[in-house]
């Protein structure tokens, strides 16, 4: 009996001995899982070394292939100009076809010519020099967001220097497109701001730009070119507006104290600026910014391919690639999210339409109360408001996205524009009421682009048509305003 008992206790504790070996090794094969995922995001985390070295000022990112053949294969994917999305995307769209209003909104000034979606990076250089906005009178400061050559040519010459030189001085010398060398150092692959106006900028805040995150630099890359800028002086010194801040107030504060406008508007005289891109300063008020995420985080997200992790280099639209930007935090379908993004899209969209029909017509209305005889101290109050009305909308028109990126700052702004306007509008009339004309003024017809050019090359050549109604009567029912959203 002894001798049985003494066999099954040995059974158990064999049994027990081989559940904790299981168990053991089961932890053992866990920890091991642990530890080899630990050592791949270390890995992950450091900053790969070049493998071939690579010159200090490389800009044909070809060159840069062979140490990052990934980066590159989607970097040149960027070649395909064919992709839209309903309000964006690489496609060559014509804006001056698309809303025609621009052409009056532009009137005298290089825009109402050419107007054209960017067709992305890798076109830059080229789409620069084909443009019909450039011509001989155009400075240097136009190459500094097109090419990688440009930090080798502020390297070897003041920034100074090379801003004031004419654009055809350099035609030879920049031949590649954005690329590597834009946003990374080629020793350590860093992410580096190779643009001196960013740096200036940064500094007039007091914000030192050495000390910038990684995180913040994945944006920052970003905002040496997609801000609003614009040429200083006689030397044509590319200058960020920001030294009262980013909002459209205080850059609107920074240029009225500098007295500043890009052209006299062919319309209705007013002294105008031309808003260029302001991605960023838009964005720096959307959630997206407020929750940390970057440019790159939607634009460029990361991905995996051999068990490698990289950054897509395949610049686009989030909505050209939702699972990899979109959806790694929004967690619904590929539909659902792309609706949502197109129907805040589209009330921006509409809001900005009426935006522009208003401003459309409060350039005109300036010009008739100029044909009635009034004078440029009385026009000074409805110039003004147009000024600010303009700036306002080109502030939400010229940046990328269709306004998505801070819908509610987007739309506040539009609103104020569209309060100006109708103010400017009102002045009009009381200055044409105060000339005698209290009948509606007859509105050119301008929905088409080449209606709208047409128009547009009469008060630049200073043979406008008449705005004034017929005071005998006169059939005026083919004067509507029809300019397009």
């Not at 010459?157 to 004031?164: E, G, V």
């Amino acid at each position: 009996m002894d001798q049985s008992h003494n066999t099954s206790q040995g059974k158990q504790w064999a049994w027990v001995g081989w559940v904790l070996f299981g168990v053991a090794l089961i932890v053992t094969f866990g920890l091991g899982l642990l530890a080899s995922s630990i050592l791949t995001r270390r890995r992950e985390a450091l900053p790969p070394q070049p493998m071939h070295p690579i010159a200090r000022w490389e800009s044909d990112s070809s060159k840069w292939a062979a140490n990052f053949p990934r980066e590159y294969d989607r970097y040149r994917r960027m070649m395909d100009d064919t992709t839209r999305t309903k309000y964006g995307g690489a496609f060559p769209r014509d804006y001056l076809e698309e809303t025609p209003a621009n052409v009056i909104l532009f009137a005298g000034y290089a825009f109402a010519k050419d107007y054209r979606q960017a067709r992305g990076h890798v076109y830059a250089v080229e789409d620069v020099t084909h443009t019909k906005r450039v011509n001989e009178k155009t400075p240097a400061t136009c190459w500094t967001c097109k090419s990688a050559d440009v930090p080798r040519l502020l390297a070897q010459m003041s920034p100074a220097d090379f801003y004031k030189q004419p654009f055809a001085a350099f035609k030879s010398e920049i031949t590649h497109p954005i690329g590597c060398l834009d946003c990374h150092d080629p020793s350590d692959m860093r992410l580096v701001i190779t643009r001196p106006a960013l740096r200036e900028a940064l500094q007039r805040q007091g914000r030192d730009p050495d000390k910038l995150s990684h995180q913040e630099m994945r944006t920052m890359v970003c905002a040496q070119c997609h801000v609003e800028y614009y040429f200083k002086g006689d030397g044509k010194y590319l200058t960020f507006p920001w030294d009262k801040g980013t909002s459209i107030e205080q850059i609107e504060s920074y240029y009225e104290e500098a007295d500043f406008s890009d052209w006299t508007h062919a319309v209705s005289h007013t002294p105008m600026v031309k808003m260029q891109h302001p991605d960023f300063e838009i964005y720096s008020t959307g959630i997206h910014a407020y929750r940390n995420v970057s440019c790159a985080d939607c634009h460029m997200p990361y991905m995996s391919e051999g068990g490698v992790k990289f950054t897509d280099h395949h610049v686009q639209s989030p909505l050209l690639n939702i699972a990899n930007s979109c959806a790694v935090c929004h967690r619904w379908s590929e539909e659902e999210i792309r609706n949502r993004v197109e129907s805040i899209q589209d009330k921006i969209h509409e809001v900005r339409g009426r935006v522009e029909q208003a401003l459309v017509a409060a350039h005109f209305d300036v010009a008739a109360a100029m044909q009635a005889g009034a004078s440029d101290e009385e026009l000074q109050t409805p110039r003004q408001l147009i000024r600010r009305a303009q700036l306002r909308w080109d502030f939400v028109a010229a940046n990328n996205g269709m306004g998505f990126h801070s819908p509610a700052e987007c739309l506040r702004i539009l609103a104020a524009a569209l309060d100006l306007a109708g103010q400017a509008r009102s002045e009009a009339s009381r200055i044409l009421a105060k000339h005698g004309i209290t009948d509606p003024i007859i509105y050119p017809d301008v929905s088409t682009k080449e209606k709208a050019q047409a128009v547009e090359q009469l008060f630049v050549k200073g043979t406008p048509p008449n705005l004034l109604p017929n005071k005998v009567g006169g059939d005026r029912t083919s004067a509507a305003l029809t300019a397009g959203p």
